[in-house]
């Protein structure tokens, strides 16, 4: 048996304002702080070890591991960054405020663009892809639909995760909602339509103790 825990990131300061953020960079809130620390706290009263962390390019999952691992006296263990856990990527949605979208656009196009599984948000004319994609080959897309990330997260799991819990080590995960929401499909194996109900709340650990198959033995939700 091996342990996955899946964290979203505290809020950030684009959760406060209620904007649209995927690739974009913003750092968490003092309160988003507070969350990641309160997270650390009760992963920390199951006395789990592990041997890895994962989290993405963006610095609000990052502050948020730093914090986690800082919490469970975890700070020391290798830690691993990569784009395959970014947040999905909102196209030209990207900075603007959510409630001035769902007035512009009505309610089913935006849970549609939020939720399903196939939409992609409208895209980008051009991007200017960052140094951090840049070096190491990766064109930033215009927009993303959560299959995309989908498709862009398993990847990882195959070549990155699965072994390591195959060998019984358990593993961290700090990203974002729709990059867990993602590997939340995968390793539920959920439908296209039930993923769409699928929330995952800042800053709340989910835990999964997996078989050597690693097919699910339980799950629980540290709120």
Known sequence: MAKLVLIRHGE??????HIFTG???VPLTEQGKLEAREAGKRLQQLKL?????????LKRAIQSENIVL????????????TWRLNERHYG????????????????VRFMQWRRSFTAVPPL????????????????????????MAYD?????????????????????????GSSLRALIKYLENLSD???????????????????????????????
């Open 12 to 17: 950030s300061t684009a959760n406060q304002q």
């Open 23 to 25: 690739w974009n960079d």
């Open 49 to 57: 070890s592990f041997t890895a962390a994962h989290t993405s390019y």
């Open 70 to 81: 800082d919490s469970i006296n975890q700070l020391w263990i290798s830690q691993y960054k």
């Open 92 to 107: 030209a949605l990207r900075g603007r405020k959510k409630p001035v979208v769902r007035e512009e656009v009505g309610e």
């Open 124 to 147: 980008l004319d051009d991007v200017t892809t960052k140094r951090r994609y840049a070096r190491i080959g990766i064109q930033e897309p215009r927009a993303e639909s959560l299959k």
């Open 152 to 176: 862009r997260l398993l990847p990882y799991w195959q070549d990155q995760l699965a072994p390591r819990l195959l060998q019984h080590e358990n593993q961290l995960i700090v990203a974002h």
């Open 193 to 223: 339509v039930a993923i769409d109900g699928v929330e995952v709340p800042n800053a709340q650990p989910i835990v999964y103790t997996l078989d050597d198959q690693l097919q699910i033995a339980d799950k629980q939700i540290l709120q």
